[in-house]
């Protein structure tokens, strides 16, 4: 079983669709994603996933290819938030945000986290940043905890998708007890 980071660093050199401005980012990365993938396999969370509305479509693109069949292992419990509460936009108060946690314990008794992407000012980006386990890809905030990223590069859907091609392939590489993503 490889190193996860080592791994890492392996699969971005190799890989000719992710680019090298990913290895870059690898001590930021290789805490995040394990962790995120610890919940997911050791704990059992499920991954509410929660876009600002510019990436709605990189929501779409993650819902359709996370579950392919192609990939030969079991279907992985990721989700759009907006099926559990369409009205995230409205939330005001600490009594709302109370009653959408409570919501979510008596929905996911194994434990959820939020996987965030977007600008980090968004209201949508709230539960995720008050949620300890959140995955968080947030835009135009140095933000510990999260990978960081602008806004305004002109590369940012291309880095997007070479992020979830990265993410994507360490599930499985974890999944099948290729890498140990706690060391």
Do not use: H
Not at 58 to 67: A, D, Q, R, T, V
Not at 71 to 78: A, D, G, Q, S, W
Not at 81 to 91: C, G, T
Request: proline residues 3%; contains cysteine.
């Amino acid at each position: 079983m490889q190193e996860f980071l080592n791994w890492t660093v392996d699969l971005i050199r190799q890989d000719k669709v992710i680019s090298p401005w990913l290895e870059e980012k690898k001590f930021e990365w290789a805490p995040l994603v394990s962790k995120n993938i610890t919940n997911i396999l050791d704990r059992n969370y499920s991954v509410l996933i929660v876009t600002d509305s510019d990436r709605d479509w990189f929501l779409n693109y993650i819902l359709s290819n996370i579950n392919l069949a192609k990939y030969n292992r079991p279907y992985l419990p990721f989700y759009d938030f907006r099926a559990f509460f369409k009205n995230i936009n409205s939330v005001r108060s600490e009594d709302d945000i109370q009653n959408i946690k409570d919501m979510l314990k008596i929905s996911f008794p194994s434990g959820y986290c939020f996987w965030y992407i977007g600008k980090s000012q968004d209201p949508k980006a709230t539960f995720a940043k008050i949620t300890k386990s959140s995955f968080l890809w947030i835009f135009d905030e140095e933000r510990q905890g999260a990978i960081n990223l602008k806004s305004n590069d002109d590369e940012l859907d291309i880095k997007l998708l070479q992020m979830f091609r990265l993410y994507n392939k360490t599930l499985s590489a974890a999944l099948f007890a290729q890498i140990n993503v706690e060391n």
